[in-house]
T-cell receptor, first 109, second 115 residues
């Protein structure tokens, strides 16, 4: 069974800081990689996805994928209190996403 | 944006009882999924479907059945509910775009408590 490990489990950062979230996966054949964000009591919502090695930037968010090291990361520049949420990484190879347990981020003003 | 509606939002059931969780999507997506979310485990896949009439076992299917009678509707059935099935259940729909990753659209979840 494919596994996804996320670190850290939780994180508290001050407003304006750079936040880095990490994900390690077990299947090098995985094709697509995504980050989902879930605010407290709400549904998970897709944030960004990537399917080839490298980086992708959208606004304050950057994702980085390295299939050789089985590592996938999310970086949030200028973190805001509204970024406080549970962040879930996921990967898929056969139309089935496998999710990590999540990193709970709190950004304090 | 894609719309996925789950019902009920909250459910309290007794051990041994039958529970049906319903999900409806209006986006004509072929794929639908049932996940449960527990602290420390993230989202775990229970059952999924590629279209009307199809159901497939996910990673933790034991104790659950699924039904996909139409493109829009996907149900999760607990024939004999147990306290270990107390959780928050999410339904999602998605369609793998040509050459791009599938985006999952989640419903608001059903909080199930089995006493």
């Amino acid at each position: 069974q494919q596994k996804v490990q996320q670190s850290p489990e939780s994180l508290i950062v001050p407003e304006g800081a750079m936040t880095s979230l990490n994900c390690t996966f077990s299947d090098s054949a995985s094709q697509y990689f995504a980050w989902y964000r879930q605010h407290s009591g709400k549904a998970p919502k897709a944030l960004m996805s990537i399917f080839s090695n490298g980086e992708k930037e959208e606004g304050r968010f950057t994702i980085h994928l390295n299939k050789a090291s089985l590592h996938f990361s999310l970086h949030i520049r200028d973190s805001q209190p509204s970024d406080s949420a549970l962040y879930l990484c996921a990967h898929t190879g056969n139309y089935k996403y496998v999710f990590g347990a999540g990193t709970r981020l709190k950004v304090i003003a | 944006e894609a719309a996925v509606t789950q019902s009920p939002r909250n459910k309290v059931a007794v051990t041994g009882g039958k529970v049906t969780l319903s999900c409806n999507q209006t986006n004509n997506h072929n794929n639908m999924y049932w996940y449960r979310q527990d602290t420390g485990h993230g989202l775990r896949l229970i059952h999924y479907s590629y279209g009307a009439g199809s159901t497939e076992k996910g990673d933790i299917p034991d104790g659950y059945k699924a039904s996909r009678p139409s493109q829009e509707n996907f149900s999760l059935i607990l024939e004999l509910a147990t306290p270990s099935q107390t959780s928050v259940y999410f339904c999602a729909s998605g369609d793998p775009g040509l050459g791009s990753a599938e985006t999952l659209y989640f419903g608001s979840g059903t909080r199930l408590t089995v006493l």
